[in-house]
């Protein structure tokens, strides 16, 4: 059995979810794109993430959807880790949107969404914090004062 496991925006799991199948992914899809049309991108990308776990038990790994090429599967896989990457980059959460662009990108390389998600994620990242460790170095020193 595959666990298709997804961390939230808010940090919440979504690996507990019912049994899955492709219909309750889509359902869940379809609810997602209703909230990310509101705006309301924490409740799309946990809906997203619903989505994936959904599809779990049906799913065969990763590394055979790339074996077998496209199918309705990986494809939707794709586009729920991509949505994810996107709601994320429009909550400034840019390392979970780097996360879920590179999962899709694991299983579809030339997923253009995803590219693009994957550098603007990274792009922010590097805008937002360029060197992670000279914040370390700074906390470290005032914590010495």
């Known amino acids: 059995m595959i666990r ?8 919440a799991s979504c690996s507990e979810e019912e049994p899955g199948s ?11 794109g209703e909230a990310f049309a509101r705006e309301d991108y924490v409740t799309a990308s946990t809906l997203y993430c619903k989505a994936l776990a959904a599809l779990r038990h049906d799913t065969p790994p990763p590394s055979a959807l790339s074996a077998a090429g496209p199918n309705a599967h990986a494809s939707l896989i794709v586009i729920l880790h991509s949505n994810i990457a996107e709601c994320s980059l429009r909550t400034a959460n840019f390392t979970t949107a780097v ?12 997923h253009e ?3 693009r998600r994957l550098a603007l994620a990274r792009e922010q990242l ?13 906390a470290e020193e005032e914590e010495e004062e």
């Open 22 to 32: 492709q219909s309750v992914a889509l359902q869940h899809k379809a609810m997602a």
């Open 99 to 110: 996360r879920h662009a590179q999962q899709a990108l694991s299983l579809d390389p030339t």
């Open 126 to 138: 590097a805008t937002t914090d360029p060197d992670p460790g000279e914040n370390e170095e700074e």
């Open 113 to 115: 969404k995803s590219v």
């Open 4 to 11: 298709w496991q997804c961390t939230t925006m808010a940090g």
